[in-house]
């Protein structure tokens, strides 16, 4: 689509602003050209030329809804035009009412919600609390994962953004290897696999003295480290763990939370029920900031005589609360989570076509509509076309595929050897097939590289 004068004008004036006003999230400032979107609708985003991109990672796996959707905008200037915001020790009816439905939602006994900000500051809540419930200090957590950027929670994270962060880091987190079948660290296959990736852990408790360690911090499924599956039990046997040694189990449902991987939450695919679930992103599918602790009535009813000594200003924003509560309702008035399963399955039919015409897909890990192509050079030795936290030098394919992708009109997460697919849940069979053969062509690059 030709742009027209004043289009460009207009582009190039926003363009400008931002680059020369805001900074941009883990990049270099000086070279980057960011889509410049002046409206989004559905699954697709429209930059000021006209020009549509696919929504392939619905943002950062958090516009579950899709974009656009006028209910939410609805239900937030109605909560406005009667309060906008109260400090967090006065009650509100949105506040309850979300809080119920949350309860509804959530399994077991997880009935009490602390309203939070973001993901960062729920991961960062839960880590105090558990401190604080338990009387303990060490917390567990995985290498391949990424909780957020605030100092505790990129400490919990092993994602290497923290590293230049290295030296702030929080004391008393112990991490752990991640059990990824693709590339075990052990060199199991999972015909014959021993699960090591529970008796590491286990062997780290015991090194590290059960009775010092509070919590063990899991995302509900991988995300942005990679989607990486969790084996069969792997789940349920770190339940046990910890329920033999008292210590409490946390869910990071950040990314894989409300209907993205088929069902509410990630963990309830694999029939456990955790003491804490952290929520944001698709709580509100972004359109607020916003953010949730939900915690059991056991660890609530300890607060019921003591103080509560966790707090924020902005906790249970009228607003916000008001836009959770009317994403909730879409998630069940539109049977998103149904067609997140039909969905998720089709993604997997057609990516299984795909990897006969590509032999540069060495992987595809998908849970419902969290999932991410691995390219690799060689499907035999698994060598990965660019490598965990690789630097510029060595992403020089992986970059020419990105901008393919993005040429053909595509916007999706693409990290290291990963290509995200993670489409809104409203997203369609037809939508799917016009996504997967943008990245099919950008394949094309990869396999060039391709060594037999």
Known sequence: MKESLTAAAE??????????????SWSKQKGIDPICVERADGV????????RYIDFSSGLMNVNIGHGDQRVTDAVVKQMQQ?????????????????????????????????????????ENAIKLARLYTGRHKIIAKYRAFHGATYGAMTVGGDPRKLPSDAQQIPNVIHVEDPFCYRCPW?????????????????????????????????????????????????????????KHGI????????????????????????VVPD??????????????????????????????????????????????????????????????????????YVDQRVNELKKIHPSIGDFRNTGLLGCIEVVKNRKTKEPMAPFNAPAS???????????????????????????????????????????????????IADEHYQN
Not at 44 to 51: A, F, I, N, V
Not at 259 to 264: E, L, N, V
Not at 406 to 419: A, P
Request: proline share 3%; aromatic share 10%.
């Open 11 to 24: 582009r190039e004036e926003v363009l400008k602003n931002n680059l020369d006003y805001t900074l941009f």
């Open 44 to 51: 697709y985003l429209y930059d000021y030329s006209g020009k």
């Open 83 to 123: 309060v906008s915001y109260v400090t967090p020790s006065c009650a509100t009816k949105v506040r309850g009412d979300l809080g119920k439905k949350l309860a509804e939602i959530c399994p077991g006994n997880l009935n009490k919600a602390f309203f939070t900000l973001c993901g960062a500051t729920s991961i």
């Open 187 to 243: 060199s199991q296959e999972p015909s014959s696999c021993k699960m090591e990736c529970v008796s590491h852990v286990e062997r780290i408790i015991e090194f590290e003295g059960p009775k010092n360690i509070a919590a063990i911090l899991m995302e509900g499924e991988s995300g942005s480290s990679g989607c990486i599956k969790y084996p069969v039990n792997y789940w349920k046997k770190l339940r046990a763990l910890c329920d």
């Open 248 to 271: 409490l189990l946390i869910a990071d449902e950040v990314m894989s939370g409300f209907g993205r991987t088929g069902k509410w939450f990630g963990f309830e695919n694999h029939s």
């Open 276 to 345: 804490m679930v952290c929520m944001a992103k698709g709580i509100t599918s972004g359109y607020l900031p916003f953010g949730c602790l939900m915690v059991t009535d056991e660890i609530a009813a300890k607060y019921d005589n003591d103080p509560l000594m966790i707090g924020l200003t902005y906790s249970a924003h009228a607003t916000a609360c008001a836009a959770a509560l009317a994403v909730i309702n879409i998630y069940e008035s539109d049977n998103l989570i149904e067609n997140t399963v039909a969905m998720g399955a």
């Open 394 to 444: 060595e992403m020089k394919v992986m970059n020419q595929v990105a901008a393919k992708i993005k040429e053909l009109g595509m916007y999706t997460f693409v990290r290291w050897n990963y290509i995200f697919i993670a489409p809104p849940l409203t997203v369609t069979k037809e939508q799917i097939d016009e996504g997967l053969a943008i990245i099919s062509e950008a394949l094309k």
